[in-house]
């Protein structure tokens, strides 16, 4: 299989690597990735086919492999692979079944020793310095799927040292299967089963955090009795396989604002007005997408319902982490892509929410399939937006008729409703006036329409709408009482509530 652009720009190239086809070598035989990446771009007619390495996937592995295409653009990836800062999520097939949902992390000091194989050493065995030093390994493991002796399994590698997954699963007692330099005896894998899924970084030449997946082989599905997804023919995710969130970055911002500052919305409304909806309680399990740093996750928890937490930010999902205990579990994922998060032993949920986000997700469909999917026969799935017929930024705002501030009235401009609209929002406009870059996330404007039919294409009914006004006040001031009433009449938030028809 030939090597394919997934995306490129005057920064940077990002490429399907085959099996079998070494990363960049000055000795290597054949010819490289480096080597074939620099003739698809002369074959593109491309005026610059200069392409640098900045990290590695092994021979034997396939996957997402990036490359700089200025040697400023490479010092900058390598910073970030060789720190913890570029995400990395693999996707494996290991020896043995687990059964254990839960995620599993392992850490140790790596050394390759004389025969080229990683392993790790104590403590005390470290060296000052040399080539041979042990390096500090991270990673973390989460089971999909088992079955024949196999398990489905996701990775992130918090390091990525050579031969560090293959070297972790090895001697946690799960080999990667066709890996037999690591231990593996499964003679129907003809090479070792790991793939590259995603790989998660800022981008050189915008700052934005910019996300790129291939889609992991069809087999690594296949061969643990697993379909795989719809999507395994495509090589690039939505708009050339690129996907930019700027939630990290605003994490410790929204974290804040949520908790040490508090937010007055989620306290008086939001909390409040989904618990109700939601009726969260003991033995009962609740799925939480995109749920940031865990607020609702916990509302819920408080209320004895074992929960899940989804977020596509490994920021909030740490924050969350950080913020929550009890029966609460949060895994970093897409919310448009919940059946590649979500492992088959924790499903199905008895009630699923989600609260201030749907207008932040492109694919709305992909999103509420994924949440149907989720949900047992009569669950129910609680989405809050932002009110789209008076709230939404940039085609709604306020205004005021009349001369005299005692006798004003207030009243909401609507420019436009019917129209999908993708409304870039600056998360730090103070800063940003003061020369700071912007901090930019994305709002999807839709009508109400378009939540409804996604809702019957996913096979929801909907079974209750709110609408919830803000409550603050207004201080004290000849325009105060009119601001209140104006507050209380044009709502903020609307709730819909769908549910999964029973069978039968």
């Not at 915008?206 to 643990?224: E, G, K, L, S």
């Not at 937010?263 to 989904?274: A, F, R, T, W």
């Not at 001369?403 to 609507?414: D, G, I, L, P, Y």
Request: proline share 7%.
């Amino acid at each position: 299989m030939p090597i394919e652009i997934v995306h490129a720009d005057e920064h940077i190239v990002v490429v399907s690597k085959p099996v079998g086809v070494v990363t960049a070598s000055a000795h290597a035989r054949k010819a490289t990735a480096l080597d074939m990446t620099r003739e698809l771009m002369r074959a593109r007619r491309e005026r610059n086919t200069r392409v640098f390495a900045v990290h590695e996937i092994d021979r034997d592995a396939s996957g997402v492999l990036v490359f700089a295409r200025t040697p400023e653009s490479a010092e900058i990836l390598r910073r970030q692979f060789r720190s913890r800062k570029a995400d990395r999520l693999y996707m494996a097939i290991v020896e043995g079944e687990i059964t254990d949902a839960a995620p599993t992390t392992i850490r140790s000091r790596l050394i390759e020793n004389r025969r080229g194989v990683a392993q790790s050493v104590p403590d005390h065995d470290a060296e000052p310095s040399g080539p041979r030093r042990p390096l500090a390994a991270v990673t973390h493991m989460r089971p999909v799927t088992a079955h024949d002796g196999l398990t489905l399994v996701r990775i992130r590698a918090e390091t990525d040292h050579p031969y560090q997954i293959r070297a972790h699963m090895a001697e946690s007692g799960h080999p990667v299967g066709g890996d037999r330099a690591y231990g593996s005896t499964r003679k129907d894998i003809p090479r070792p089963a790991l793939h590259l899924a995603e790989v998660a970084f800022d981008h050189p030449g915008t700052n934005m955090r910019v996300r790129y997946r291939v889609p992991t082989p069809p087999a690594f599905y296949t061969i643990v009795g697993k379909t795989p997804p719809n999507d395994t023919s495509a090589v690039a995710a939505p708009e050339g396989g690129r996907v930019e969130t700027q939630w990290d970055r605003v994490s410790e911002w929204y974290d804040r604002m949520l908790t040490e500052k508090g937010s007055d919305h989620y306290e008086k409304v939001l909390i409040p007005g989904v618990l109700a909806l939601l009726e969260p309680g003991p033995g009962r399990r609740v799925l939480d997408v995109a749920c940031g740093q865990g607020i609702i996750s916990r509302a819920a928890a408080e209320k004895g319902a074992e929960v899940v937490g989804v977020d596509a930010s490994p920021r909030l999902i740490e924050r969350a982490k950080e913020r929550s205990e009890g029966a609460m579990r949060f895994l970093v994922g897409d919310a448009q892509r919940l059946a590649d998060v979500i492992p088959e032993q924790d499903r199905p949920f008895d009630a699923a929410a989600c609260v201030m986000a749907l207008m932040n997700i492109e694919d709305l469909r992909a999103t509420m399939r994924g949440v149907s999917d989720m949900l047992r026969p009569g669950g129910r799935f609680v989405a809050v937006i932002l009110h789209p017929a008076f709230r939404s930024p940039r085609l709604s705002a306020w205004g005021w008729e009349g001369s005299a501030a005692s006798t004003q009235r207030q009243f909401r401009r609507v420019d436009a409703y019917l129209s999908d609209a993708a409304i870039p929002i600056t998360m730090n406009p103070g800063a940003h006036a003061g020369g700071a870059d912007a901090v930019v996330t994305t709002t999807y404007h839709r009508p109400l329409t378009s939540y409804f039919q996604a809702a019957r294409a996913s096979g929801f009914v909907v079974d209750a709408l709110e609408e919830w006004a803000s409550l603050r006040k207004s201080s004290p001031g000849p325009r105060a009482d009119e601001e209140n009433r104006a507050r209380r009449e044009i709502p903020m938030f609307l709730a819909l509530r769908f549910v999964k028809p029973p069978i039968g």
